[in-house]
């Protein structure tokens, strides 16, 4: 569009610039003039405003980066390392450790994407694939409304809805009735608020942002992928396996990470269902902390300076964490949307 | 694929015919049962919503009063409790958020789109979309030291600026995502026929892509609406009757979040229905937002 623009703009420009001597009939030489002129200054502003408004978002960035960083810089210097390694999160005497928190984060995220990714595999395959025309907007509808849902919303169901059920019915019968107690994972009192519940509400809140993302990458495969599949006598599902799915894989995979980067940072749901108990257990019915949930709940308590900066530095790890992940899983799914469009183009 | 090749080798059995129906029917059963099973997690993903959204007309519903938008919070124990301003404080804080963030994120969208290539262009994409995935909590803690502790008390203000943060890059992208299917032709003759670039800009590209420029702009709007974790330290939420920016604010997530986290039941009920209220808001939003584009930006919802 922009190359397009300026060679028209070229095309018309040398009608319009020598306009002093020869082509100034209607309007006389200096109205003409003095309009070309507003016409430049005009377009001069437009342009210094976008571009401004372009600048805020890195800016934005740099910004949000700093001021974390410079709040979290007094525990980070006084910890140094082992903020994140230590375990102990102690407000009273003053002794901050991170560790706890960023267990809970990576394991609860870890559960989240176990559950979501084959169902928002399968729902992006039958978005794609399988269903009939007249059924595929309004699932994709559906799907999508489950990103619409508040997490808070998802936190008032999880408290009163899922945590009993886990209470009686589900953490019982993992560990008693299938026996799975045996593991260290499913064993111990079965609470209700624990890692598992923490799980599995974020594995619904992650599970539109997959197969969002995987839909779009199945859908930018090309037709000759799957015309050459089903010529050879594949199966439809031989042909997604054999040639959709490996052809469509770094971008899935780049779906997966951005919901990776969701599930990371997912607060209230997480603060509601977690059980907020700063300890490291092996048990996914234990309540643990994820470093989210941590800043949420004790924020606006903070019993001192020391208290706040290391939740500040809670929050920069969290930050640069997230930094990365979406770094990654951008970079992962533009590099697909840019070869299959250069393929279908 | 794999499965697909292997047949010819199958030719030299003992019983090639025979062999080759077995496969073939096994393929096809193969077939059957992922077909299946994809269709099976359909129905377990869209499941969530329909439990959700059905928990909260049964527990909401009955709280869903008239009182409930007119009157204020009460203490425990007593009828009539409501939530007017939390209703109002969150219409404010959209409100002042539209009102940083839409000028901005529409703005660094068009540069997007018109610089598509760029070096600045690219970088901000790229930025924009990290930007847009970073936790909400980090930009509430954002918002607190920038806006909270210098001036010592929380505010509406710095509440609409977390949120602000929060819409400038989707606003952007969405919004660069729409200008982009304008066609050129229409630019191309809006500059032949003398325009200058700003005005042809502003008032033949936008002008073409409002409705899918809107569509970006609500959705925006609809996911933030329901945002808690940006709030908590910075709008803060206020028990008392507040329109003040520079006043802590109530807000309905935050309300639904103090209820639900707290031991009573009349304020579970309450935190049931100000969720219902609350989503049912948003789902006002999302579907006036489909209502808008539909058919003319297939890809403007996404």
């Given at each position: 569009?922009?190359?397009?623009?300026?060679?028209?703009?070229?095309?018309?420009?040398?009608?319009?610039?020598?306009?002093?001597?020869?082509?100034?009939?209607?309007?006389?030489?200096?109205?003409?003039?003095?309009?070309?002129?507003?016409?430049?200054?005009?377009?001069?502003?437009?342009?210094?405003?976008?571009?401004?408004?372009?600048?805020?978002?890195?800016?934005?960035?740099?910004?949000?980066?700093?001021?974390?960083?410079?709040?979290?810089?007094?525990?980070?210097?006084?910890?140094?390392?082992?903020?994140?390694?230590?375990?102990?999160?102690?407000?009273?005497?003053?002794?901050?450790?991170?560790?706890?928190?960023?267990?809970?984060?990576?394991?609860?995220?870890?559960?989240?994407?176990?559950?979501?990714?084959?169902?928002?595999?399968?729902?992006?395959?039958?978005?794609?694939?399988?269903?009939?025309?007249?059924?595929?907007?309004?699932?994709?509808?559906?799907?999508?409304?489950?990103?619409?849902?508040?997490?808070?919303?998802?936190?008032?169901?999880?408290?009163?809805?899922?945590?009993?059920?886990?209470?009686?019915?589900?953490?019982?019968?993992?560990?008693?009735?299938?026996?799975?107690?045996?593991?260290?994972?499913?064993?111990?009192?079965?609470?209700?608020?624990?890692?598992?519940?923490?799980?599995?509400?974020?594995?619904?809140?992650?599970?539109?942002?997959?197969?969002?993302?995987?839909?779009?990458?199945?859908?930018?495969?090309?037709?000759?992928?799957?015309?050459?599949?089903?010529?050879?006598?594949?199966?439809?599902?031989?042909?997604?396996?054999?040639?959709?799915?490996?052809?469509?894989?770094?971008?899935?995979?780049?779906?997966?990470i951005?919901?990776l980067g969701?599930?990371l940072?997912?607060?209230?749901?997480?603060?509601?269902?977690?059980?907020?108990?700063?300890?490291?257990?092996?048990?996914?019915?234990?309540?643990?902390?994820?470093?989210?949930?941590?800043?949420?709940?004790?924020?606006?308590?903070?019993?001192?300076?020391?208290?706040?900066?290391?939740?500040?530095?809670?929050?920069?790890?969290?930050?640069?964490i997230t930094l990365i992940v979406n770094a990654i899983a951008?970079?992962?799914?533009?590099?697909?949307?840019?070869?299959?469009?250069?393929?279908?183009? | 694929?794999?499965?697909?090749?292997?047949?010819?080798?199958?030719?030299?059995?003992?019983?090639?015919?025979?062999?080759?129906?077995?496969?073939?029917?096994?393929?096809?059963?193969?077939?059957?049962?992922?077909?299946?099973?994809?269709?099976?997690?359909?129905?377990?993903?869209?499941?969530?919503?329909?439990?959700?959204?059905?928990?909260?007309?049964?527990?909401?519903?009955?709280?869903?009063?008239?009182?409930?938008?007119?009157?204020?919070?009460?203490?425990?124990?007593?009828?009539?409790?409501?939530?007017?301003?939390?209703?109002?404080?969150?219409?404010?804080?959209?409100?002042?958020?539209?009102?940083?963030?839409?000028?901005?994120?529409?703005?660094?969208?068009?540069?997007?789109?018109?610089?598509?290539?760029?070096?600045?262009?690219?970088?901000?994409?790229?930025?924009?979309?990290?930007?847009?995935g970073?936790?909400?909590?980090?930009?509430?803690?954002?918002?607190?030291?920038?806006?909270?502790?210098?001036?010592?008390?929380?505010?509406?203000?710095?509440?609409?600026?977390?949120?602000?943060?929060?819409?400038?890059?989707?606003?952007?992208?969405?919004?660069?995502?729409?200008?982009?299917?304008?066609?050129?032709?229409?630019?191309?003759?809006?500059?032949?026929?003398?325009?200058?670039?700003?005005?042809?800009?502003?008032?033949?590209?936008?002008?073409?892509?409002?409705?899918?420029?809107?569509?970006?702009?609500?959705?925006?709007?609809?996911?933030?609406?329901?945002?808690?974790?940006?709030?908590?330290?910075?709008?803060?939420?206020?028990?008392?009757?507040?329109?003040?920016?520079?006043?802590?604010?109530?807000?309905?997530?935050?309300?639904?979040?103090?209820?639900?986290?707290?031991?009573?039941?009349?304020?579970?009920?309450?935190?049931?229905?100000?969720?219902?209220?609350?989503?049912?808001?948003?789902?006002?939003?999302?579907?006036?937002?489909?209502?808008?584009?539909?058919?003319?930006?297939?890809?403007?919802?996404?």
């Amino acid at each position: 569009m922009t190359g397009a623009a300026v060679s028209s703009e070229q095309a018309g420009s040398p009608r319009e610039r020598p306009t002093t001597p020869s082509g100034a009939d209607a309007l006389g030489p200096k109205r003409l003039g003095a309009r070309i002129q507003g016409a430049v200054i005009g377009d001069r502003i437009y342009s210094a405003a976008i571009t401004l408004f372009a600048l805020c978002v890195p800016a934005l960035l740099i910004l949000v980066a700093v001021e974390i960083f410079l709040g979290g810089w007094p525990a980070l210097r006084r910890f140094g390392f082992s903020f994140l390694t230590s375990s102990a999160w102690d407000p009273v005497n003053g002794v901050f450790g991170a560790a706890p928190a960023i267990y809970g984060t990576l394991v609860s995220s870890a559960i989240a994407l176990a559950i979501a990714t084959p169902l928002a595999i399968g729902v992006a395959l039958f978005l794609s694939e399988f269903a009939p025309q007249w059924l595929r907007q309004p699932v994709a509808f559906l799907v999508d409304l489950l990103a619409a849902v508040p997490s808070v919303v998802y936190g008032l169901w999880g408290v009163f809805v899922l945590l009993p059920v886990l209470r009686i019915t589900v953490m019982p019968f993992l560990r008693d009735t299938l026996h799975l107690g045996v593991l260290p994972f499913f064993s111990g009192p079965a609470y209700g608020p624990s890692m598992l519940a923490a799980g599995l509400i974020l594995s619904i809140m992650v599970l539109p942002y997959i197969s969002s993302v995987s839909r779009e990458v199945l859908l930018a495969v090309p037709r000759s992928q799957r015309e050459a599949a089903l010529a050879l006598g594949a199966t439809k599902w031989e042909t997604i396996w054999g040639a959709v799915l490996p052809y469509a894989k770094s971008g899935i995979i780049g779906g997966v990470i951005l919901g990776l980067g969701r599930a990371l940072g997912e607060t209230m749901a997480v603060t509601m269902l977690i059980g907020n108990r700063p300890q490291i257990s092996a048990s996914l019915f234990a309540p643990g902390y994820t470093m989210a949930s941590l800043i949420a709940n004790e924020f606006a308590e903070a019993s001192g300076d020391l208290h706040l900066s290391a939740l500040m530095a809670v929050g920069f790890v969290l930050f640069v964490i997230t930094l990365i992940v979406n770094a990654i899983a951008r970079w992962l799914v533009w590099q697909v949307s840019r070869a299959g469009g250069e393929k279908t183009a | 694929m794999t499965t697909a090749a292997k047949p010819p080798t199958r030719r030299s059995g003992v019983y090639p015919a025979a062999a080759r129906a077995g496969k073939l029917r096994r393929r096809h059963a193969v077939n059957a049962l992922m077909a299946g099973l994809v269709g099976l997690a359909a129905v377990l993903a869209t499941l969530p919503l329909v439990v959700v959204l059905f928990y909260l007309l049964k527990q909401g519903a009955s709280s869903v009063q008239w009182h409930f938008f007119t009157n204020m919070p009460k203490p425990v124990g007593e009828s009539g409790g409501g939530m007017a301003n939390a209703i109002v404080g969150t219409l404010i804080l959209i409100g002042t958020a539209s009102l940083i963030g839409l000028p901005v994120g529409i703005g660094g969208g068009l540069y997007l789109a018109e610089r598509r290539g760029s070096r600045l262009a690219n970088t901000t994409r790229f930025l924009a979309d990290v930007l847009n995935g970073l936790p909400s909590i980090v930009m509430g803690i954002f918002a607190w030291q920038f806006l909270v502790r210098p001036f010592g008390h929380f505010s509406a203000w710095a509440g609409g600026v977390a949120l602000a943060a929060m819409m400038i890059p989707q606003v952007a992208r969405t919004t660069e995502e729409i200008v982009r299917t304008v066609p050129v032709s229409l630019r191309e003759a809006a500059l032949a026929l003398g325009y200058t670039r700003w005005r042809t800009s502003l008032t033949v590209v936008l002008r073409t892509a409002t409705a899918g420029v809107v569509t970006g702009a609500l959705v925006a709007i609809a996911r933030i609406a329901g945002e808690t974790a940006p709030l908590l330290f910075t709008a803060f939420g206020n028990q008392f009757w507040s329109t003040s920016l520079n006043q802590p604010i109530a807000a309905l997530p935050l309300q639904i979040f103090t209820y639900a986290v707290s031991p009573y039941d009349d304020w579970h009920a309450q935190a049931w229905a100000g969720a219902l209220v609350l989503i049912a808001l948003i789902l006002i939003i999302s579907l006036v937002a489909r209502v808008a584009t539909r058919g003319r930006f297939a890809t403007a919802s996404d």
